[in-house]
Structures are given as C-alpha cells and as structure tokens.
C-alpha cells in the first residue's frame, strides 16, 4: 500500500480503515461523495439531498468526522462539513494489480444502491474491478477506449463493458474535466441492456 503524502503509520492506518468503510457502506460513501461533489454542507443540507434519517445523517457526520475524511469547516451553528481529498493506492491481495481509491470511486461505490449495474458489477469483479472500470471509463469518454478494447483487456463480454461503462459515465463527468467523446447504449443497434444477461 502506497499514499500520495507522508503520513505517520497510525494515521495511515486509520485512514486505509475509514476508507475501508466507506467501500463497505454505500451509504456513507454517499455522504462522502456528496461533500465531495458538491463542497460544503450542513447536516440538515445532507439530509435533504440525501433522503437520510435525522439519527442516521448525525450518527454517519460523526464517523466520517472521526475517521478524517469529513472535517468542520464552520464551528457556528449550524455546522458545516467538507470532505478531504482521499487518494490512496492499495494492491490486490495476489500482488497482481494496483488500483487507486478516490472520490469518484467512492462515488461509484455509494451509488450501488441505486444503480443496479453498478451493484452487479461490484458482485461479479469486486471493488478492484470497479476500480479498473472507472480507469477504462476516463479513457472511454477521452477517446482513449472502447467497450470492445476494455471486454477484451478484461476478458468479460461487450455488452458487460459497455453496461459499466455507461453506469459510471456520469461519475466520470461529475469527478474529471473531460469532453463528452463516448457513445451511449441507445446508440448501438440491437444491444439489450438487461445487465444479467450479459
């Protein structure tokens, strides 16, 4: 595991374990994500943008505030938040591949819960996976990639790769500047977009 800062080992180790939840708990990635996107917010504010429970939104400010990865930018009340910058580059645990933990990823990660694809392809290829996807996706809307390049680097079908592609289409707009390039599924003739078929 490598960090883009130095940092002293105890507080790395307690970031790698907020971010750990973060990946674990679409949820909280939401809330993360959302201060991330979006800048700074209240509690009440996250609340209302993120449909959560009054107990819920408290209870997820505070862990994130105690793990570090939210911080109070305002002590008057009411208080607001903002998240950090998280860029933290983990290995696979075969030592095969390296991929790097961000916003967007954390993004993607909150977004399972409502985007099916996204959910199925985190149950099929893991949070690495969705990590190399989101990579393929830049590239994608950069004219870098197409879905057949990314199906065959990653030996999944065509279909399965443009179906993530497109999920993570928006997270990509959203997290980099990048001219839109890439095509979109109503755009490929006779393509089904029922993801467990793919």
Same mark, same amino acid.
């Given at each position: 595991?490598?960090?883009?800062?130095?940092?002293?080992?105890?507080?790395?180790?307690?970031?790698?374990?907020?971010?750990?939840?973060?990946?674990?708990?679409?949820?909280?990635?939401?809330?993360?994500?959302?201060?991330?996107?979006?800048?700074?917010?209240?509690?009440?504010?996250?609340?209302?943008?993120?449909?959560?429970?009054?107990?819920?939104?408290?209870? @997820?400010? %505070? $862990?994130?505030?105690? &793990? *570090?990865?939210?911080?109070?930018?305002?002590? =008057?009340?009411? #208080?607001?938040?903002?998240?950090?910058?998280?860029?933290?580059?983990?290995?696979?645990?075969?030592?095969?591949?390296?991929?790097?933990?961000?916003?967007?990823?954390?993004?993607?990660?909150?977004?399972?819960?409502?985007?099916?694809?996204?959910?199925? @392809?985190? %149950? $099929?290829?893991?949070? &690495? *996976?969705?990590?190399?996807?989101?990579?393929? =996706?830049?590239? #994608?809307?950069?004219?870098?990639?197409?879905?057949?390049?990314?199906?065959?680097?990653?030996?999944?079908?065509?279909?399965?790769?443009?179906?993530?592609?497109?999920?993570?289409?928006?997270?990509?707009?959203?997290?980099?500047?990048?001219?839109?390039?890439?095509?979109?599924?109503?755009?490929?003739? *006779?393509?089904?977009?029922?993801?467990?078929?793919?």
């Amino acid at each position: 595991m490598s960090r883009t800062s130095n940092q002293a080992n105890g507080d790395l180790l307690r970031e790698f374990l907020s971010i750990a939840d973060l990946l674990e708990e679409p949820r909280l990635a939401q809330l993360y994500a959302y201060l991330a996107r979006d800048g700074e917010a209240t509690t009440q504010e996250l609340i209302e943008a993120l449909d959560l429970p009054q107990g819920t939104a408290y209870s @997820y400010v %505070d $862990r994130l505030v105690d &793990a *570090g990865v939210i911080q109070v930018v305002s002590e =008057t009340p009411p #208080r607001r938040y903002a998240a950090r910058e998280i860029e933290l580059t983990v290995t696979t645990a075969d030592g095969e591949r390296e991929y790097t933990i961000t916003p967007a990823l954390i993004d993607a990660v909150g977004r399972r819960e409502t985007d099916a694809d996204i959910d199925t @392809y985190i %149950d $099929r290829h893991g949070i &690495a *996976g969705l990590a190399t996807a989101l990579t393929y =996706t830049v590239e #994608r809307e950069r004219g870098e990639m197409s879905h057949r390049l990314m199906a065959r680097d990653l030996d999944i079908s065509p279909l399965a790769a443009e179906i993530i592609l497109q999920a993570l289409r928006p997270i990509v707009h959203e997290h980099f500047d990048i001219e839109t390039t890439g095509g979109s599924l109503a755009d490929i003739e *006779g393509v089904d977009t029922d993801f467990d078929d793919a």
